[in-house]
């Protein structure tokens, strides 16, 4: 499979805990996206990288949440000190131009 | 980002076309349309866009009224799996992110 791979796939985590989601894109993309989405409601942008600069983080990205993406490469999105209204999914994209944009399945964080 | 507004939910009966409206009404000039649609329990998937003229692909037909107000895609012939929720989204071209709103669910029926 050559598309963009995120993983875990689950997380159930306690609240206060740390947790990482690693986010493979399609190789040779250089832009690299991560969303959030709720139940019920479509996914909200979350960063945006070109290569290895993050280049724009929404509000929605609290002192709480980080993203890196050291080589250009793969991505990583932490949340540190999950709270129960970080339950979501994370989505992963990537895209070699801005308008079409190959979204990955997804990592479905629980948070209790 | 123009805001959309689209019907949140519309049913098909299997093998005939859908048609899924969406009202951008402030658009502007260099705001393109995109239509991603969104699979139960999958990430996003993009259909198509186009800034003024009609477009077609493998997957659909977009169709842009003259003003630009407003735009329909087009599923020829829909199957069971096309069944999905569908958003209809206006960024200026360059711009990185998507600004998804609550879209259409479609349900094909058979």
Redesign the interface.
């Known amino acids: 499979d050559t598309g963009?791979s995120q993983n875990p796939r689950h997380k159930i985590t306690k609240r206060g805990q740390n947790v990482t989601f690693r986010c493979d894109p399609i190789s040779e993309h250089n832009?690299l996206?991560w969303?959030r989405q709720t139940l019920g409601?479509?996914?909200?942008?979350l960063t945006?990288f070109q290569n290895e600069a993050q280049?724009?983080k929404?509000r929605l990205l609290s002192d709480r949440f980080s993203a890196e993406r050291p080589k250009g490469s793969f991505s990583t999105l932490e949340i540190q000190r999950t709270e129960q209204g970080d339950s979501a999914m994370y989505?992963c994209?990537s895209s070699l131009n801005?308008?079409?944009?190959?979204?990955?399945?997804?990592s479905w964080l629980t948070v209790v | 980002d123009a805001k959309t507004t689209q019907p949140p939910s519309m049913d098909c009966a299997e093998g005939r076309a859908a048609n899924l409206p969406c009202n951008h009404s402030t658009i502007s000039g260099n705001e393109y349309v995109y239509w991603y649609r969104q699979i139960h329990s999958q990430g996003p998937q993009y259909i198509i866009h186009g800034l003024k003229n009609n477009e077609t692909n493998e997957m659909a037909s977009l169709i842009i009224t003259e003003d630009r107000k407003s735009s329909t895609l087009i599923l020829p012939h829909a199957t069971l799996r096309d069944t999905a929720v569908y958003y209809c989204i206006v960024r200026v071209q360059g711009a990185q992110k998507l600004v998804f709103g609550q879209g259409t669910r479609l349900t094909i029926n058979p």
């Open positions: 963009v832009r996206y969303y409601q479509g996914p909200e942008f945006y280049l724009e929404s989505l994209a801005p308008n079409t944009i190959y979204f990955g399945e997804g």
